[in-house]
């Protein structure tokens, strides 16, 4: 029997196991489900907007938004192209042949033999997706940080980057109902902030995967001054930092709205519920969701409506005297 994917209608004979791409287990056409009752895959596209959590969508978002706003996400259907942009934004990956993972998303990868989309940052390795996908963590444990771990999320490095990927805690249902103690934790590394970044010089931190497509965004002081936001950086325990996630005396609340990445990671069973300003990051995905959200530039938070008209505005859980 084949099982069909929203919109499919080829009942022919498959050499896999997939539902026709990686979209076909996890999606849905209803807003409600966040989770295949069959496959347990974790549903990251609703063709209706979800409605489940407040941030309507797992951790990373869902890709609903991106359908009819490409502002809101990671386009990733090859049937839909970005109507704004042509190549990733911050790029420094030129000459990684037509179409590359850095490139784009959309568009099918011929030079790798890379499907588009999903199996561009998901389980990829030098000859294209394989190796990590429902791989289990042999430890039994949360944490994965190694390819034998099959990396956090399955996202790995390739070519100059073979051998690494992103380490991080797992939430068992993807953040679907995230307290200050239960969420994904994630590595961070407070590295130059001159240079594109990567995994050469950030480790197997988030941001160095951010960085495979958006290395100029890693570009943030000339001269020693500020030109971008900073990421994998430090949260002071000074000035308006000092009360950040409402800390008292540098000890503050873990915000799953605003997520942190940690210095250390190793030895970790279980997410910590309290942020330590002088050590823990802001991050990429501190004020990005990887895949989309409702809100422009795939924001966490309606900073365009704020102040008022129902707006919210993250910023302010580190930049306090700006509330």
């Known amino acids: 029997m084949v099982i069909l994917g929203p919109g499919e209608t080829d009942t022919s004979p498959r050499g896999n196991l997939l539902r026709s791409t990686c979209i076909g287990c996890h999606s849905k056409t209803d807003s409600t489900t966040w989770k295949d009752s069959i496959t347990g895959a974790p549903i990251v ?9 407040s941030v309507k969508g797992l951790s990373a978002g ?10 809101k996400g990671h386009n990733i259907f090859s049937n839909n192209p970005d109507d704004k942009l042509d190549t990733a934004p911050g790029g420094t990956n030129p000459n990684c042949g037509t179409q590359s993972c850095h490139d784009n998303l959309h568009a099918s990868n011929t030079d790798y033999g890379f499907r588009q989309g999903c199996s561009k940052c998901h389980m990829m390795k030098e000859t294209g997706p394989q190796g990590f996908h429902h ?18 999320r399955f996202l790995s490095g390739h070519q100059t980057g073979d051998g690494h990927g992103v380490s991080g805690l797992e939430d068992a249902n993807w953040q679907k109902d995230p307290t200050s103690s239960i969420h994904n934790e994630y590595l961070g590394y407070s590295g130059s902030k001159t240079s594109a970044g990567g995994f050469s010089s950030l480790g197997d931190t ?5 960085t495979g497509c958006h290395g100029n965004f890693h570009v943030e002081q000339s001269s020693n001054v500020w030109i971008r936001h900073p990421s994998d950086s430090i949260i002071p325990d000074r000035g308006e930092f000092s009360n950040a996630f409402g800390a008292i ?23 910590k519920s309290t942020v330590e300003l002088n050590s823990d990051l802001v991050m990429c995905l501190s004020c990005h969701r990887a895949h989309a959200s409702p809100y422009f530039k795939m924001l966490r938070w309606d900073y365009k409506s704020w102040p008022g008209n129902g707006g919210t505005n993250g910023c302010t859980v580190c930049h306090t005297s700006k509330n």
């Open 45 to 53: 596209f609703n063709t209706t907007e979800p409605s489940y959590n």
């Open 62 to 71: 869902n890709f609903f938004y991106v359908q009819t706003d490409d502002d």
């Open 135 to 152: 791989k289990n963590n042999p430890s039994s444990e949360p944490l994965v940080k190694s390819a034998d771990d099959g990396w956090y």
């Open 206 to 210: 988030i941001t160095a995967y951010c």
């Open 249 to 271: 005396g540098g000890i503050g609340t873990y915000d799953p709205l605003v997520p942190v990445a940690r210095p250390s990671i190793d030895g970790w069973t279980e997410p």
